[in-house]
């Protein structure tokens, strides 16, 4: 039985466990370690079984250089699932609870680099069909979802994840 939960305190060291296990190298973790220190962490959710936790969601701030949308917006990054789990539900279930909660919290917005055939399922589509682009140089992997009606309508610009990302520019 899994469960889902707000991160707590005490998580810390089960959550960088499943961004180790789930990554080649310890980028996300140290990335969900930095946003939680600088207090960017805004959803941030746990997988829970019996033997633990066995993944985590985390949404942080994002905004956009140019012209504006309507209210505030967040990056779902990273998302990890513990290898043995993959197939199963639980990247989804936590990508699904990630986004209600954004929603319940009165986000706009919500935008993610990732796989496409992934992340369409929950209703992400590409950002530059809303005029989006950003830092990375990302296209069909660049996608975003209205979390509120038209908030993205005349949105234009760049969107610009928190400085603790650039642990991934080179």
């Not at 939960?5 to 990335?31: M, N």
Request: hydrophobic share 45%; glycine share 14%.
């Amino acid at each position: 039985m899994m469960s889902i939960r707000p991160e707590r305190a005490g998580d810390e060291a089960g959550i960088r466990a499943v961004h180790i296990a789930a990554f080649p190298s310890a980028l996300e973790a140290e990335l969900v370690d930095r946003l939680r220190d600088a207090g960017r962490s805004r959803v941030s959710l746990v997988a829970e079984m019996e033997r633990g936790i066995v993944g985590h969601v985390l949404f942080s701030p994002v905004t956009i250089s140019g012209d504006g949308a309507s209210g505030g917006g967040l990056g779902l990054a990273p998302l990890a699932v513990l290898p043995d789990l993959h197939g199963g539900g639980v990247g989804s279930a936590l990508a699904r609870r990630g986004i209600e909660a954004c929603r319940d919290a009165g986000y706009a917005f919500a935008v993610v680099l990732g796989e496409p055939g992934y992340y369409a399922r929950f209703g992400f589509t590409k950002a530059s069909a809303y005029g989006l682009g950003n830092e990375y140089a990302a296209d069909e992997a660049f996608m975003a979802m209205e979390l509120a009606e038209h908030a993205l309508k005349g949105a234009r610009g760049v969107v610009r994840y928190s400085p603790e990302f650039d642990l991934f520019k080179t």
